[in-house]
């Protein structure tokens, strides 16, 4: 099964190799708990052990194992972090992973065919969902049980309720 990416190296911290990291994550301290985790460039993906964990300002720094200066981790700025699935936090009832909704086909609960789930991104209070359609225009969709009604993981499929003025 496909890793699951808990954020992206943005920046280095110090002169001794830490990476500061935006988490993608809800809560940060997860990292805590890592014992590992894979960086992936492009089409690679190198494994690596955690050392270190530290947080600034809603940032995590970490400090990997082999990556000993600024410019080591510096290589690393804008690759994403993935961790095993089997690392991961057990979720509770209706809660998913992006990564097993992305590329879900979205109906409206008329049957009409709305596109496909492209993205999901948080605006603080809730998830915004990305569905594009064929001609490749997008429809947001906040992810609140009033719109989101049913979502089958297994056969890539999200029954929504489009509320008056949604699109």
């Known amino acids: 099964m496909k890793n699951l990416e808990i954020g992206q190296i943005v920046n280095t911290f110090g002169i001794k190799g830490f990476v500061k990291v935006n988490p993608w994550v809800n809560d940060i ?4 708990d ?13 494994e690596f052990e955690i050392e270190e964990v530290k947080y600034h300002k809603n940032q995590v720094l970490l400090k990997l194992k082999g990556i000993d200066t600024v ?3 510096n290589t690393y ?3 994403i972090l ?3 699935r089997k690392d991961a936090i057990p979720l509770k009832k209706g809660q998913y992973f992006i990564a097993d909704l992305l590329e879900s086909e979205v109906y409206s609960d008329e049957g009409e065919k709305l596109g496909v789930l492209d993205d999901i991104y948080n605006t603080g209070s809730n998830d915004i969902y990305v ?3 064929e001609l490749g225009k997008s429809i947001l969709l906040p992810g609140i049980p ?3 009604k049913e979502v089958d993981i297994e056969n890539k499929k999200i029954i929504v309720h489009l509320l008056k003025g949604l699109v």
Do not use: G, P, S
């Not at 301290?29 to 805590?32: G, P, S």
């Not at 890592?34 to 190198?46: G, M, P, S």
């Open 29 to 32: 301290t997860r990292f805590d």
């Open 34 to 46: 890592l014992k590992k985790v894979y960086i992936k460039i492009r089409k690679e993906q190198k």
């Open 71 to 73: 410019e080591m981790a």
């Open 77 to 79: 700025r804008n690759a």
């Open 82 to 84: 993935e961790i095993d």
């Open 131 to 133: 569905v594009k359609n």
């Open 146 to 148: 009033d719109v989101i």
